[in-house]
């Protein structure tokens, strides 16, 4: 089960790379993580399953300690504090490091940050009572040590949060309309919990919907749209027009969780 689990993890993430013959065209790389989209905004204590199954864990120790592995901002960590007073944030952009040391002298949490990647930079990270690990495991063709480092980290519990189907699912149909091209299906939040428990942990998985408030598409939105299908900025009015006119979206995610 190992085996076979993880290596079609592997293989079904391979199959979402871009075509060569539009990515070598594309006028600037498709694989954007602007700081600005991960700086924490709204409402940071929603009541979801993954904040739900980290708080069980905290709520009875003192001064908990929270390690967030691929932190970004620190939406996930910060929706945590309180009860966490001692968190570590884990990024490879120092600018998203950045932005967790500021959001964390404002809330006055202890916060200690790593740069590097996950599982590389484990053996400096410290330790702490829960680990969280939000939306970055699709980014993960190698998927077992990442979580074996994950459940190694956690005194208590280890909480991850990821769509049930991979994160460019909601640009399918932008491909489709664009490039005439038809984007894979999976893998899915199933076979992540199945590469989960084949590193010998109980993992259980809970699926749930957010649903995504209505505004207005900007500029912004639009050049991210763009750059992703790796389209040229000649194609901005056509891209804006096809944000206009798409249906609203839900948000179908999961949280995989285990006791360590």
Partial sequence: MSDSATQRWADDLASWGIPDHILSAAPQ???IHPVSSFTPTGDLFVQTPSRLRALEALDSLDSPSVLDVGCGGGRGVFGLTPPATNIVGVDHQQGM??????QAAER?????????NWPEVAPQTPICDVTICHHVVYNVADLAPFIEALTSHARHRVVIELPIRHPLSHLSDAWKQFWDLDRPTSPTAQDAADVIRSTGVSAVLEEFEVVEPSR???DLDVEHMRIRLCL???RDDEVREFLLNRPPQ???????WWDT
Avoid: F, K, N, Y
């Fill in 232 to 234: 040229t900025p000649e």
């Fill in 250 to 256: 839900r948000r179908s995610l999961a949280t995989i």
């Fill in 108 to 116: 006055q949490v202890s916060v200690q940050t790593v740069l590097g």
């Fill in 29 to 31: 790389s498709p694989w």
């Fill in 216 to 218: 207005e598409i900007t």
């Fill in 97 to 102: 490091l950045d932005v967790v040391v500021q």
